[in-house]
């Protein structure tokens, strides 16, 4: 029976520290990532947000309706020249794979700019600076400044691009929608190799 | 026969109970050490928010967890890909405790996460705006288990479902070799900036059904060489 208990014992510590080491805690669900190859190199891909629909937060002085209802932006004078949005992030299948902000700072102390960061969270963070000027009266295009995890060792352009929603006969479809396109590239030094391995990004 | 299944079962669960204290317990993994930041000769930008969800402009997360969306009618991040994540969009301040920026927090619980290892790991990014000045971007793993241990559990085990006291700790653990996060700058005096930061938790209430009630953070970054510091910054220092 003592021998029973014993054996018991060791077994259910052995069992838990086993299912400690080998069961994951956290298990982040993924979507496929929809990534295709550029004919000049590299790999873009495209992002969505449907506007209203997605956004989550708009932060700017003195809205008559502020989004969500209730939101107190901040009363200070200081806050004036700045917006900012936050936006949840679908793939060209229209399923939602992550979060956004985008902020545009308005200032005479610096250059105005707008700034994205998109968080996908199986995948990884990057942030991304525009001038505030579109390039082409269409298209805003910046570029990457930094990214984590799978985005660490890559660079290049981003550009969003406002897309109005011309089906008329649908009374539910978005107003339209936010297009953010990347195109990005891999760069290969040791240390970014080593750093991507390691992280299990490549 | 039924006696040793019985012994059997018992054996089981005072072993599972005994494994959990000492992961509990687990010395090793209750380090907090000293932030190389906060030892170093360079010059340093402080960054302070409150933690408290109801403080901040905007907190959500899936809408089921213990902490509650703020406001009341923000939407959710329901959706699968999502559902472990939270954002914080929130006022930042300076040293002297002064409205300086809007920080924006996006959290997400990290696959790297072991209990055995005393892990319990979120992967965070900051996307903060320091207005009249500029734009930065901090990356980093934080790992929440000693704050769990100290504050959330004794806050369970509390009849009172609640926990009060004095509570520092350094949250980031990586990516940095020194357990530092990576800082990017993007415009203004911090185009350019490569450099490292620390967070900083500082609690002193925690509720079970309310989650922080009193609780600040702050963001030590290391900024030497690159960004003229102003006369907050310097008296941080």
């Known amino acids: 029976m003592l021998k029973t208990l014993i054996f018991g014992f060791l077994l259910g510590i052995v069992g838990t520290v086993a299912a400690a ?6 298990d982040q669900y993924r ?4 990534i295709s190859v550029a004919p000049n190199g590299g790999n873009t891909e495209s992002f969505r947000i449907n506007i209203p629909t997605d956004r989550i937060m708009m932060g700017a002085p003195m809205q008559a309706e502020p989004l969500p209802p209730g939101l107190r932006w901040p009363t200070e004078e200081l806050f004036d020249g700045v917006r900012v949005e936050l936006f949840k992030v679908r793939n060209t299948r229209e399923t939602v794979i992550g979060i956004a902000s985008r902020m545009v ?7 105005d700019s707008v700034e994205w960061v998109l968080h996908l969270p199986a995948r ?3 942030y991304v600076t525009m001038p505030a000027q579109p390039a082409d009266d269409v298209r805003r295009v910046g570029s990457l400044r930094a990214g984590t995890r799978e985005f660490r060792p890559m660079q290049g352009e981003v550009s969003e691009r406002w897309v109005p929603n011309t089906d008329d006969d649908d009374p539910e479809a978005p107003d339209g929608h936010i297009e953010i396109v ?18 299990g990004a490549l | 026969m039924i006696r040793y299944v019985a012994g059997l079962l018992s054996g089981i669960l005072l072993g599972v109970f005994a494994a959990a204290t000492l992961l509990y317990l687990n010395p090793l993994a209750s380090r907090n050490p000293l932030s190389p930041l906060s030892v170093t000769n360079n010059e340093i930008l402080s960054v302070g928010y409150s933690a408290v969800p109801t403080d901040s402009i905007v907190y959500t997360n899936d809408g089921e967890s213990r902490i509650k969306p703020h406001p009341e009618k923000v939407r959710e991040l329901w959706e699968a890909p999502i559902r472990r994540s939270e954002v914080l969009v929130t006022v930042v301040t300076d040293s002297r405790n002064n409205p300086a920026g809007i920080g924006i927090k996006f959290s ?8 055995i290892n005393g892990e319990a790991l979120v992967d965070s990014a900051w996307h903060i705006h320091l207005v009249e000045r500029g734009s930065l971007f901090v990356e980093q793993t934080e790992n929440h288990w000693n704050f769990l241990r100290q504050i959330v559990l004794p806050a369970y085990w509390s009849s009172a479902n609640h926990w009060k006291g004095l509570w520092n700790g350094n949250m980031t653990v990586g990516p940095g070799a020194l357990g530092t ?3 990017s700058g993007g415009t203004g005096e911090f185009a350019g900036l490569e450099s490292e930061a620390v967070e900083a938790i500082n609690a002193s209430a925690y509720s079970v059904s309310q989650g922080p009630v009193a609780m600040d953070g702050r963001l030590t970054i290391d900024v030497t060489g690159d960004v ?4 907050v910054d310097v008296t941080e220092r």
């Open chain 1, 21 to 26: 080491w080998y069961v994951p805690v956290v």
């Open chain 2, 181 to 183: 996060a990576a800082v």
């Open chain 2, 108 to 115: 997400s619980d990290s696959e790297k996460s072991r209990v």
């Open chain 1, 105 to 111: 700072a308005d200032s005479d102390a610096i250059e």
């Open chain 1, 31 to 34: 979507e496929s990532s929809i």
């Open chain 1, 182 to 199: 990347t195109s990005f590239v891999g760069t290969f030094s040791d240390d970014m190799t080593e750093t991507a391995l390691t992280e």
């Open chain 1, 124 to 126: 990884g963070t990057f």
């Open chain 2, 228 to 231: 003229e510091l102003t006369a």
